[in-house]
Each structure stands twice: as structure tokens, then as C-alpha cells.
């Protein structure tokens, strides 16, 4: 799958809550539609992240793994 992502923060080397503390702030600053990659090495972002988006009306678009590293791609919500 290959998603054109607008902005990308890595939260590689932090743990639970601070990948969805970071991408809370980050995608601020982006607009509705915009699509933000968060690369992460917490396995617990599979859970989180898409319980985080369903909560604040942002979409998660997918959840990438490869070698222990996690992609998830966030669309922002209206």
C-alpha cells in the first residue's frame, strides 16, 4: 500500500501515552483530509491509535509493520 502522507513524526524510542500525545499536537497543525504518518516502535500504537482516532473523529488509514517499526498513516478529520 503506498499513501501519500502530508507530514511524518517519529515517535521511534517512545512508549505509551506519547505517540498519540505527539500526534495529537502534530496534526493540529494540518488541515482537514491531510494525511500524517507516524512512525513508531510501540506495539501498543496498533491498539492505540486507531481507538485515539476513533475518539477524535480522525480516520486511521492504515497500520504498516516491518521489522518491529510501525507506519501508521492518520487522515485528519473535519
Given at each position: 500500500?503506498?499513501?501519500?502522507?502530508?507530514?511524518?513524526l517519529?515517535?521511534?524510542g517512545?512508549?505509551?501515552?506519547?505517540?498519540?500525545?505527539?500526534?495529537?499536537?502534530?496534526?493540529?497543525?494540518?488541515d482537514?483530509?491531510?494525511?500524517?504518518?507516524?512512525?513508531a516502535?510501540?506495539?501498543?500504537?496498533?491498539?492505540?491509535?486507531?481507538?485515539?482516532?476513533?475518539?477524535?473523529?480522525?480516520?486511521?488509514?492504515?497500520?504498516?509493520?516491518?521489522?518491529?517499526e510501525y507506519?501508521?498513516?492518520?487522515?485528519?478529520?473535519?
Amino acid at each position: 500500500m503506498s499513501i501519500k502522507a502530508d507530514a511524518t513524526l517519529d515517535c521511534v524510542g517512545l512508549y505509551c501515552p506519547m505517540p498519540i500525545v505527539q500526534t495529537a499536537t502534530k496534526i493540529k497543525e494540518l488541515d482537514p483530509g491531510q494525511v500524517l504518518e507516524v512512525l513508531a516502535d510501540d506495539k501498543g500504537i496498533q491498539l492505540d491509535m486507531p481507538a485515539w482516532c476513533a475518539s477524535t473523529g480522525h480516520e486511521c488509514l492504515a497500520i504498516e509493520e516491518e521489522g518491529g517499526e510501525y507506519r501508521v498513516y492518520v487522515k485528519k478529520g473535519s
